[in-house]
């Protein structure tokens, strides 16, 4: 039986599209993006393992990572809400809305869960502190998959390219 050698195949060209707050053609959106998503994603496995442990350290920690993942949050979220509303092609796209929709969904949770925690965040890790992480995980891995979307499969919100295509690392020299 002979099995025939596949090609690979050259990669596509693809459109990008420039993010209009960058600082030397890098996005600074997806710059930021990566410390709520960090800081807002361990808040439930916190509360559990203080939950476990008992140790009120945990809890204390909850609660510091959720204010600096709503404060950052915030931050990234402005960054993205002017590239949103200042680009045409991503106004045009659902997905570019939903990640909106479900990032404000996000900040919102994590207003709520700051607000109960904030008094004392040892006693409000059960149940409601809990029950509030556990739902901003899901929103973190929303938010953060229509996001990824974003990027890698529409090119948005990406460094340009001269004529807006991306080649790829093994695209041969232009002529």
């Known amino acids: 039986m002979r099995r025939s050698l596949k090609q690979p195949t050259p990669p596509q060209l693809t459109r990008t599209v420039e ?21 807002l994603s ?5 509360d ?31 960054v993205g809400t002017v590239d949103l509303l200042l680009i045409r092609v991503v106004r045009r796209h659902v997905s570019a809305w939903s990640h909106a929709i479900s990032a404000v969904t996000l900040l919102a949770v994590a207003a709520a869960n700051t607000w109960l925690r904030w008094p004392d965040p040892v006693a409000a890790v059960w149940p409601w502190g809990l029950l509030l992480s556990s739902v901003m995980l899901v929103l973190v891995g929303v938010a953060g998959w229509l996001g990824g979307g974003l990027s890698f499969h529409h090119g948005i919100g990406v460094a340009g390219h001269e004529g807006g295509e991306d080649r790829g690392p093994d695209a041969p020299p232009e002529a």
Not at 27 to 36: Q, Y
Not at 42 to 46: E, S
Not at 54 to 78: E, I, R, S, T
């Open 19 to 39: 993010s209009r707050v960058a600082i030397r053609k890098h996005p600074v959106h997806p710059m930021l993006v990566v410390f709520p998503i960090a800081f």
């Open 48 to 78: 559990l393992l203080y939950l476990w442990s008992g140790l009120p350290f945990w809890a204390q920690m909850a609660g510091v990572l959720n204010v600096a993942g709503l404060l950052m949050g915030l931050v990234a979220g402005a």
């Open 42 to 46: 361990v808040v439930a496995p916190l």
